[in-house]
């Protein structure tokens, strides 16, 4: 072997100690802060007097056709059973679920206690249950698995820490929060592409999602002005204002027209 | 028209500087270049059937997979692709330690011997873009890099499997060939294949960015009008003016060939992905069909045009003196 040879191996050799070394230096993941540490630095929560209290209910409808549901082809997964059908927009004598509502606008400078209690985002029958779900910035978000199959957890926020992890079946629940306010931050599972759902991650608890009725109840705010929205992953976000008094029970009803495809 | 003109003394086969070293053939050196050709082949499409799954991320962690280097997890949904693509992906790596090992052995060639140290390189630079894309969740810009690498490792290793190979080694081309134009057209048949290659990797960095969900669709299908129109003018200018050379002629016949079939599975990717599978709840089977076909094909159109290229240079002669400065043709005549 000439000298050059030798020299062309040893570049070889250390290309590969390079891959080596890259392989080795795996991202870190950043620790987000405790809940307990996150609520100890957080502002005092304004005082609301709960005899003033409001309510803002109603009914979100559907104009036109409804889609049809696709069918779900869950057979890559024999752990996957039962039927599954997309839920992108979910329509039931017109009456539109797993829209976001929300008050948007209105509520000042007011902070409020971040709850205690988790919220349960579940997978079975390689589902997300539900497929919307509320939760106030900081506040633990309780991940299952109920199947008997890996999932990846992977939200793909805009605003928040994106992370992907997996979940083997009988693991212990993931325990997790996001830091700042998005509405609809798409949540898959890249094992199973069917699996979406969106977390709405919001400052005030005023929040809630559609029934399979269409039916909606925000409880306890305020008496004040308020910019109510409601989001629907497929069809967008739609506004209303309104006006609640002490111990007023408003409805506030609204309707999505089928998207221009 | 490029009539033949000049004397011998004039004319030019610009391969010379690729032959000066004389090698001989090992049969063996060559159907193994020729394997890892194959190999790389059948990485790109395990990798287009992981994006087409879009089971890209479906084991969260590298170089590990689910904490081991090679237990073979749970074969289900997304990780079927994804693992089955680290696996073929991290064989590809050993063999091409071992082409570029044996290269260094048994090439005289100098060339040849730095062109394999490339190749390894290259594997290690594309492992490495496709570690960075699952640590980093897929941004598009590293997804489109890994996508345009893999197929520029793939030309490489079809390259080592051309200049290992029995033509290539044995028939030096003749430097007054009867019925053989020179070159004299502008812009010259060479520079047509290098402008192919050019508008190919375009084409290829647009097609990645779409898939990654980094730009939208229409500059991908408007570039393969420029595609089209830049290659079927290299390939008809290459079968027509130097149909008896046929290391040029074959080369330019496949790659018309392959032009015209990725036009229509691109056609197909269109409809099945954009206009009819947008929003499709999962990947559906004749969108995955047709894109990973399309990346497929996309990836032997590159490669083709890159051994055009390659025979063009070294088989088509030109005029020494449409390529030398001008001071230095006054020198030479006087």
Known sequence: MNKKTSWMISVSVLALCGLLLTAACTKKEE????????????????????????????????????????????????????????????????????????VKDGLGSRTF??????????????KYHPHVLGVMTG???????????????HPTPKDNREWNESQPPSSAPLEKNFAREEIMLPVKCNQHPWMKMYINVVKSPFYAVTDKNGKYEIKGLPPGDYTIAFVQEKLGEQDQKVTVGPKDTKTVDQSFKAAAE | ????????????????????????????????????????????????????????????????????????????????????????????????????????????RRWMRWLAVGAFCTVIAQATLGGLTVLFFQPPWVSTAHATVAQTFFCIAVAIALFTGRNWVEDQPKEDQPGVEFDSRRPSLFTLTLLSIFVLYVQLILGGMFRHHGMSWWPHVLNAGVVSFVLAWTAIRAISVYSNIDAVRRPA???????????????AAFLTRIAWGQGAAQPEL????????????????????????????????????ERTPQAQRHVSVA
């Open chain 2, 1 to 108: 028209m490029g009539e033949r003109r000049g004397s011998l003394a004039l004319v030019h086969q610009r391969g010379n500087a690729l032959k000066t070293t004389p090698s001989t053939y090992n049969s063996a050196h060559h159907t193994f270049a020729v394997f890892v050709a194959c190999a790389t082949l059948i990485v790109i499409t395990a990798g287009a059937l992981v994006t087409s799954n879009d089971a890209g991320l479906s084991v969260p962690d590298w170089p590990t997979s689910f904490g081991y280097l090679v237990k073979v997890p749970n074969f289900v949904g997304g990780v079927r692709y994804e693992w089955s693509h680290r696996m073929v992906a991290g064989t590809l790596v050993s063999l091409t330690l071992a082409i570029a090992i044996w290269t260094l052995l048994v090439e005289k």
């Open chain 1, 113 to 126: 206690d971040v709850p205690k209690d988790a919220v349960v985002l579940d997978q079975s029958g390689c």
């Open chain 1, 31 to 102: 620790q987000p802060a405790s809940p307990a540490a996150e609520t100890a630095m957080a502002p005092a929560a304004t005082p609301i007097d709960p005899a003033t209290v409001a309510t803002v209910n109603g009914t979100v409808k559907f104009d036109g056709m409804a889609p049809k549901e696709a069918k779900i082809d869950m057979s890559q997964d024999p752990a996957c059973k039962g039927m599954n059908e997309a839920e992108n927009v979910v329509v039931a004598n017109g009456d539109l679920a797993n829209v976001f509502v929300y």
């Open chain 2, 253 to 267: 016949i496949v790659m018309l060939s392959l032009l015209i079939t990725q036009l229509c599975l691109g056609f």
């Open chain 1, 139 to 153: 506040q633990t978000v309780e991940i299952k698995n109920d199947d008997q199959t890996t999932h990846n957890i």
């Open chain 2, 286 to 321: 004749p969108m995955v069909a047709a894109t990973v076909a399309h990346v497929a094909v996309g990836a032997l159109l590159l490669a083709t045009t890159v051994v055009l290229a390659i025979q063009v240079w070294r088989n088509v002669p030109v005029a020494v003196a």
